[in-house]
């Protein structure tokens, strides 16, 4: 019998990729990157940066083969701006990106980290140098948010992740206007008891449109005495009705093992914001904030992970 699990997310060597030493301004921490492939194939980054003071700003790398040779803005391309945006004040963190045809920008939802805790807030842009603000669009306590690249049935479609006392569960809601949101459903629910995904999950990098249908990393997190462990598993939606779950694996299928994703400010965490796929369309890059300290990457294929839920899901 063989033993080994497979390996759907290979880690790129040498990781992590970005570090706060490579930022061209001080910075304590890189993590948690939303990803987007440019037309010219440029690979984008938008980084979570977190200065002294402890609030976050996005910050954008770019580089040709998506893997080294970063060109990093010389100074912050997002920055909170609480002045114009109170939900604001205590900074910008973990963008998730979805490109958007029928507007041809980029939806950019991040957390905005208010008076009241954590909110979803979404910008647009054309070029990651001029970003069109519309504020807050889900209010506290809510994070771990995207935008789905086209409308369903006439509605654009965002999924996110609200929290209540005790559990956290990943819901959908619907818009016309991408300003407000209603139609709230519940799209995937954390497990309970010693489940590696109980109590407390989110959505990882914006789902994957694949015929099969909407593929979705997302991440639980067990609480055990030593702190909280940070893993990702897969599901499966309706491509039509994206609340629908058609698959969900049993097993968390990428997790923390390297030092880099031990060792940092947050131990024992992987944090998936971005994904770009390849122009084969089956090769998935995921760039993962590593234990809250830097940027990792690891290679996978989404037909072989389309074929682990096949196989996994109970
Ligand atoms: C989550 C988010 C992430 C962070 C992770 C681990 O709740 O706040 O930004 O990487 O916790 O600290």
């Given at each position: 019998m063989n033993t080994r699990h497979p390996e759907l997310l290979r880690r790129h060597n040498p990781n992590p990729i970005l570090t706060a030493a490579d930022w061209p301004y001080p910075v304590h921490s890189v993590f948690n990157p939303g990803a987007a492939l440019l037309p010219d194939g440029t690979t984008l980054l938008l980084c979570r940066v977190e200065d002294r003071r402890g609030l976050s700003h996005l910050c954008a790398a770019r580089s040709a083969n998506g893997i080294d040779h970063w060109r990093i803005d010389p100074r912050p391309t997002l920055v909170p701006d609480p002045e114009h945006y109170p939900e604001e004040l205590w900074g910008i963190e973990?963008?998730?990106?979805?490109?958007?045809?029928?507007?041809?920008?980029?939806?950019?939802?991040?957390?905005?980290?208010?008076?009241?805790?954590?909110?979803?807030?979404?910008?647009?842009?054309?070029?990651?140098?001029?970003?069109?603000?519309?504020?807050?669009?889900?209010?506290?306590?809510?994070?771990?948010?995207?935008?789905?690249?086209?409308?369903?049935?006439?509605?654009?479609?965002?999924i996110h992740r609200p929290v209540s006392a005790l559990e956290a569960h990943m819901w959908i809601s619907y818009s016309t206007d991408l300003r407000h949101w209603g139609s709230h459903k519940l799209m995937l629910e954390a497990r309970r008891g010693a489940w590696w995904d109980a109590n407390r999950i989110g959505l990882s990098t914006p789902p994957i449109e694949t015929p099969q249908g909407w593929?979705?990393?997302?991440?639980?997190?067990?609480?055990?005495?030593?702190?909280?462990?940070?893993?990702?598993?897969?599901?499966?939606?309706?491509?039509?009705?994206?609340?629908?779950?058609?698959?969900?694996?049993?097993?968390?299928?990428?997790?923390?093992?390297?030092?880099?994703?031990?060792?940092?400010?947050?131990?024992?965490?992987?944090?998936?914001?971005?994904?770009?796929?390849?122009?084969?369309?089956?090769?998935?890059?995921?760039?993962?904030?590593?234990?809250?300290?830097?940027?990792?990457?690891?290679?996978?294929?989404?037909?072989?992970?389309?074929?682990?839920?096949?196989?996994?899901?109970?």
């Open positions: 973990d963008p998730r990106i979805t490109f958007v045809p029928e507007l041809n920008k980029y939806a950019v939802v991040y957390t905005a980290y208010t008076r009241d805790g954590p909110g979803v807030a979404l910008a647009l842009t054309e070029d990651f140098r001029r970003f069109e603000r519309l504020g807050e669009i889900m209010s506290p306590e809510d994070k771990d948010a995207a935008l789905l690249p086209h409308r369903i049935g006439g509605q654009w479609v965002l593929l979705v990393i997302y991440h639980g997190v067990r609480r055990t005495a030593a702190g909280c462990l940070y893993r990702l598993g897969l599901a499966l939606f309706d491509l039509t009705a994206p609340e629908r779950c058609l698959k969900r694996g049993d097993e968390w299928f990428f997790g923390p093992e390297e030092p880099y994703e031990r060792h940092g400010d947050v131990g024992y965490v992987v944090f998936p914001c971005g994904c770009t796929v390849a122009p084969d369309g089956d090769t998935l890059r995921v760039y993962y904030g590593a234990a809250d300290m830097s940027i990792a990457l690891a290679t996978g294929s989404i037909s072989a992970m389309l074929e682990w839920l096949e196989q996994h899901s109970g």
